[in-house]
């Protein structure tokens, strides 16, 4: 039985780069109708033909792959190109999602607005999306640096840049709510309706719950890659600010729920120990701390006023906080392999050759 994985090709890239066009054109085509039709509610309609057709294009094309190389004699773990087997898993969990999503419309209902970008089971497919599109951009991270040297053809990048335009794109997508190019609150002729203040209130909640995740996360992470903190640090800092901003309008209550928070995220850093040389559990640490925080933080409103959001919206928000914590994990510890030495001594050297011209 062969130990190795079979080597990639360039067409190979290519054929997932086009495959991956199809699901995010279908996507996208399926966000239009919502927006722009909002009577349709059957699942059964052009949009969604093309976005599930797309799928099933790129999970046949991945199977087969996976099928193919196996009866070659590659065992399952090794069946696939190298950076490739990620995109398994994206099939894997698109179809979970899939799945779980019809579980959870018969339990809590369809979704509608802002809801169908906040569900879980939505965010399952997000996902797993992202893992399926992201091949050609995860073939280009492993390669040498000199393998995609900026003075080679467009056309031996434009796998490694569409990869990464459909990554951004799964993930805009998602957060279209909070988009400038897709509501241009900025305009004078902007004018919220009665009809539309209920979903403006959910954007700009959800929006500030993403953008504060993120000035946390940043921060946090920082001091736990650079130090190992005393046992009741995150306690002290998330307090300390709640009782700062919850000053601003009244909030006091608040102020335990942060504290627990704290003391929750204190003790996943003694428990987990994250570090550079612990990926892994730094990634956990990442997403657990603004989940947990958030977390408190509905769990006080439903106690003292009542939640007014659905389940879709505050499930599917503590969900986004910590994907914004595991994303600014990766500036922090990049995947592996990766060569910053030799990255940095190239830009350094494109630099001074750009000087000297």
């Known amino acids: 039985m062969l130990t190795?994985?079979?080597?990639?090709?360039?067409?190979?890239?290519?054929?997932?780069?086009?495959?991956?066009f199809w699901l995010v054109a279908g996507m996208v085509l399926d966000g239009w109708a919502h927006n722009h039709i909002p009577e349709l509610e059957s699942f059964f309609s052009p949009w969604h033909a093309v976005f599930y057709s797309g799928f099933?294009?790129?999970a046949g094309f991945i199977a087969g792959t996976l099928l193919r190389n196996h009866a070659k004699g590659y065992p399952w773990r090794c069946a696939m190109p190298p950076a490739y087997e990620l995109s398994v898993l994206g099939v894997l969990i698109f179809i979970a999602g899939g799945t779980g999503d019809l579980i959870w419309h018969?339990?809590?209902?369809?979704?509608?607005?802002?809801?169908?970008?906040?569900?879980?089971?939505?965010?399952?497919?997000?996902?797993?999306?992202?893992?399926?599109?992201?091949?050609?951009?995860?073939?280009?991270?492993?390669?040498?640096?000199d393998q995609y040297h900026p003075?080679?053809?467009?056309?031996e990048w434009l796998p490694v840049l569409l990869?990464?335009?459909?990554?951004?794109?799964?993930w805009t997508f998602m957060t279209q709510f909070g988009h400038p190019l897709v509501d241009t609150w900025a305009a004078a002729a902007i004018r919220p309706r009665t009809q539309h203040v209920p979903m403006l209130r959910q954007s700009l909640g959800i929006t500030s719950i993403l953008l504060q995740a993120g000035l946390l996360m940043g921060l946090v992470l920082l001091a736990t890659f650079r130090w190992i903190l005393p046992l009741g640090s995150l306690t002290l800092v998330l307090t300390l600010n709640a009782i700062l901003m919850s000053f601003?309008?009244?909030?006091?209550?608040?102020?335990?729920?942060?504290?627990?928070?704290g003391l929750v995220a204190d003790l996943l850093l003694r428990w987990l120990r994250p570090s550079i040389v612990r990926p892994g559990p730094f990634r956990l640490f990442a997403f657990a701390v603004p989940a947990i925080y958030y977390t408190f933080y509905f769990v006080v409103i439903m106690?003292?006023?009542?939640?007014d959001w659905s389940?879709?919206?505050w499930t599917g928000a503590i969900a986004l906080a910590g994907a914004v914590g595991v994303l600014l994990s990766y500036l922090l510890i990049p995947p592996v392999p990766y060569t910053p030495r030799s990255v940095v001594s190239e830009q350094l050297a494109l630099s001074h050759d750009g000087e000297l011209r």
């Open 248 to 261: 601003m309008h009244d909030q006091y209550r608040f102020i335990p729920a942060a504290a627990a928070a």
């Open 56 to 58: 099933l294009a790129f």
């Open 311 to 313: 389940v879709h919206l």
């Open 151 to 155: 003075m080679l053809k467009w056309v």
């Open 106 to 145: 018969e339990i809590f209902g369809v979704e509608t607005g802002v809801e169908a970008l906040l569900s879980p089971t939505h965010l399952m497919l997000a996902l797993g999306g992202s893992l399926m599109v992201s091949g050609p951009f995860r073939v280009g991270w492993r390669q040498p640096s």
């Open 163 to 170: 990869s990464l335009t459909f990554l951004l794109s799964i």
């Open 303 to 307: 106690v003292t006023q009542g939640l």
């Open 4 to 20: 190795s994985q079979p080597r990639g090709s360039r067409g190979y890239d290519w054929i997932v780069v086009l495959l991956s």
